[in-house]
DNA sequence: CAATTCTGGTCGAAATATCTT
DNA sequence: CAAGATATTTCGACCAGAATT
């Protein structure tokens, strides 16, 4: 006996067709749904194809069409909490609508490896592409390329030339803030996330703005960029601050829970107790926040459902092209823990 | 004036022979390596390239040589931090090597959807398959379906049929008890990680041996299942024994830092103090471990490494598919910080 | 004859034009 | 002239054998 052939091979249309009884180009014509095919032809096409288990080849498919259903996906940065579970969501959503995901991962993002990946993905006729990252310079940097492909950004700042999807975090802010102040604080301090982040800008926005329309005093805030470590730099400072100053700050926002741990941390070596000489209350609500010492008030964020947006997006995009609408409406929602109380007396 | 055209056409193999003054399949040749090819010619061909910014076309090249110069990647659970820096890892590597990374992400894992996925995948004609899991359950379940391509996957045990990378967590696991025991430890207990992961099932091992080859007790485990939260139960229950027993236990190594964060919150509920009462070491050194409360004596691992292991794996799979060597040789790096301690007097 | 280079067929589907009733 | 089904060409590269030096 000779060997077994190397690759099984599969079904093509014309095998479909012959199998039908029908011409390969009938078969064409079931497969991409278009009129003019008997609904009696069409079952006996679609026996043969379940027959014969047949699927169409993605290469030639895209060759002859040039269009691939596929959709690519960059992803800059670390793999924090957040975007990777849009991401997540994201490719789950996408694979239910049919699409396949091409993926680039790169830490460090520069416009030259930004240019190549688009240009790949250009080149594998992708349908769109989906950009999480939320820091302006790489939105800028691809916004600068000319793809000729529709552009969907994590963005939660207006960005020209392409679709962005988003958690409202300007109404976010403003919920964590109200909550400080509906206790009681007026010296709120805030702690930045990463400076070249949409996000963080919009909760320091509104910590800035709902504090003055109160007619509380801002002041700061402390530059962080998303990481524990630089919570626990500008803890130290608050801290230091704290024991110095008789008008002390009574609570801090801050923009992400990783800094959160690190302001807590700089806090307990200072002997400041929370919450009861200062309250904490953050953003994104991760599943380690409710074990915090204290436990953490924090803001829960869907970034699942964030990702099934940025699909339902690219959707309406490749629906229509002028009029998607852009999806920046899903408001964080408040949970209590034991790291806010009212100012001490 | 009339519109411009719809999409700007791209060069093909053609307009580079017509330009080079050569056969289409000499250009073929140029671009594939291929020898007998005059290098005077070899260089008009590639000046014409350049000059008409010529990139083959993926699919037609796919079409032809049911090759797709694309790899697969599998990504099952939630985006722990181990995981997913891996899977960076990964993607930046095989981008280097020239790699298209098409990627399936599930939350949940059932036969099906992996079986749709491998078919999805082996019809986009990917090179191979690269799982990220770690799941007996996961991987036992790839291990049925009939891949016509190689599989490499995350995997600390030998699994039949496929190839697999990992970093050495029984090691790992003998380095973190040992560390207790050279602290003066000897009733040391552990919390596993999910009992369906490899990685969780090779540190039980470690704990477990390493104490009996000391001739010390083995008490327990307390099942955990990664999360803060089983962290946190288990601690609750360790607590309460604590409590009750004379001999008591002095140490615990938990198999994630996760899981010590909620060991942490029970025992402060608890009144046990870390590290006086209660030494705990634990795994993966997460960015915030360095800010829990205690900071966390932990063991690092190169999870960016292990990604680049992974494509380095592929490769040589690619390259000859029998003798790839498995890459399991890393070794975790134990960080001391305040959590552990010499046991009560 | 060996080193190059070329011609024509192939991959599997889509798109368009062309018959049938 | 509609519908319904059939031929033919095209997408862009790979591959084998033929043709050229």
Redesign the interface.
């Known amino acids: 006996m000779t060997d077994a052939p190397e ?2 091979k599969v079904a093509t249309m014309f095998d479909v067709a012959r199998v039908a009884g029908v011409s390969h180009q009938t078969v064409s014509r079931v497969l991409n749904d278009l009129p003019g095919v008997r609904p009696s032809t069409r079952v006996r096409v679609e026996a043969a194809m379940s027959e014969l288990r047949y ?1 169409p ?4 498919r ?2 002859a069409s ?1 269009r ?1 259903q596929t959709i690519g ?1 960059i992803t800059a940065g ?2 924090d ?1 957040g975007p ?2 849009a ?2 969501g994201f ?2 959503a996408a ?1 239910a609508a049919g699409y ?8 460090e993002v520069d416009t030259e490896s930004l240019r190549s990946a688009v ?2 993905m250009v ?3 992708v349908s769109a592409i989906v950009l999480i990252s939320g820091e302006r310079e790489v939105i800028g940097a691809i916004g600068s390329i000319d793809l ?1 492909v529709p552009l969907v950004s994590l963005a939660s700042e207006r960005v020209d030339g392409m679709h962005r999807v988003a958690i409202n975090q300007f109404e976010g802010g403003r919920i964590a803030v109200e909550h400080l102040i509906g206790l009681g604080h007026r010296r709120i301090r805030h702690v930045t996330g990463l400076q070249d982040a949409m996000d963080a800008g919009e909760r320091e926005r509104a910590w800035r703005e709902t504090l003055t329309a109160h007619g509380f005093p801002v002041s700061g805030p402390e530059i962080g960029d998303w ?3 630089s ?2 730099v500008a803890g130290v400072a608050l801290a230091e601050e704290w024991r110095r100053e008789t008008e002390r700050f009574t609570a801090v926002f801050a923009s992400n829970d ?1 800094m959160a ?2 302001l ?2 700089a806090f ?1 070596d200072a002997g400041i107790r929370v919450p009861d000489d200062v309250s904490v209350v953050s953003v994104d609500d991760i ?2 926040a ?4 204290p ?1 953490l008030t924090t803001l829960w964020q869907d970034f699942d459902g964030l990702g099934r947006d940025i699909m339902a997006t690219v959707l309406d995009v490749l629906g229509d092209e002028e009029h998607a609408p852009d999806r920046t409406t899903r408001v964080p929602e408040l949970v209590v823990r034991a790291s806010t109380a009212p100012p001490p007396a």
């Open positions: 690759r099984p699927t080849s993605p290469a030639a895209t060759l040039r691939s996906l670390r793999p909490y990777s579970n991401a997540l490719n789950e694979r396949t995901v091409t993926q680039v991962s790169m830490r240009a790949m080149r594998h006729n000729e990481s524990s470590e919570g626990y990783q741990l690190g807590l941390h307990r599943p380690e409710a074990h915090f010492a436990p």
